[in-house]
């Protein structure tokens, strides 16, 4: 019988950390990681057979569940075509068009094959369109893996206290500028000292790779305010809120209209996909209709396309599901509260508990909680069947496929743990 401890001592032989990518290693919460076999709806089973309800959903891509569907028809219908062709298809254009039929800020849009790829593209977009090199960024919050964007960059590098990857030059970090989350008065600072040289504003509108902060009221409305006195771009990084808050993501929640979006995650339903997006006269600024150099072998490639156009379709016509799984949001952090007394933020379908009873509207917020404390309640969470992301920074997923009774029992095994802790 297969089991994930000699599946992870033989990875670790093999691969850095055992892991294709740092969070899945489990460091931090001391265990190892379980290696999964398969999932369907809010679900995943690991090799050993266990059962979890999955709070983690693949880090935010499945918000229609595991293993949905409609999106792996498209995905066997489309593979059965040819995997990958190096030229123009149709579903692309199909793709392009949902979106930008649907999101009124978003004119044009091109697609690569993640988020960090989205990201760095928007930002060499901001800086091509405006002709300025400085941009600001927010303590906590994680866009990628890119060089200018590792510098306090939230989750996978907070857990392991090492903000600062080695290998970033200088000169890649020095043109970006930290300002504090929620907080206009560190961005206009920044604005002030910086005349003329700031390219772009780039913004977790949720930020959700340091638990789950939510922007205050007129946080993000400043910032687009900012951005237009000083000829600045603003960007959402919707990585994680695109398509999950609401169909239009956080723009369309709270109203706020970014000059470019960055998408990942949903978008590919589960494959490799990211996008970025905007208003068409920066967008044309794209190679090639414009000077921006930007390509991909596998961009928009028809497997990943099929997948993600079948789950935005799906989510297009089922506006009920974010109904849904907003108000299910709703209902579990309350309930969270009430059996923790601590402090469980909460924007639709994103939350975090955080192992402090204090107020987490920014990093140094964040960073309070009792990180002991969460790994303690990781392993017996794990041992009761439920799969959370094995790291205090980040948020808990729900998806369309979770019940009630799922919500129910999740409360029930946190107030036992909490009952015990006392
Ligand atoms: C996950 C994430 C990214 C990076 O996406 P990858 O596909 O992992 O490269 C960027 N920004 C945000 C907000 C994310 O959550």
Redesign the pocket.
Known sequence: MKNSEALFQRAKEVMPGGVNSPVRAFRSVGMTPRFIDRAKGNRIYDVEGNEYIDYVGS??PMILGHAEENTLRAVKEAADKGLSFGACTEAEVEAAELITSALPHIEMIRMVN????A?MSAVRVARGFTGRSKLIKFEGC????SDSMLVKAGSGAMTFGSPDSAGVTKGAAEDTLLAEYNNLESVERLFDENRGEIACVIV?PVA??MGVVPPEEGFLEGLRELCDRNGSLLIF?E??TGFRLAFGGAAEYFGVAPDLA?Y??IIGGGMPV?AYGGRKEIMERVSPSGNVYQAGTLSGNPIAMAAGLATLKTLKENPDIYTKINEMGAYLAGELRRVSGLTVNNVGSLLCLYYTDKLVRNYADAVKSNTDRFSGSFGKLLEKGIYVAPSQFEAMFLNACFTGEDLDYTVKVYEEIFEKEK
Do not use: M, P, Q, R
Not at 142 to 145: L, N
């Open positions: 880090w935010g993640s988020g960090t790829e990201v994680y866009h990628g893996h977790e959700a790779n990084d990585v994680i960055t990942g995650k990211g």
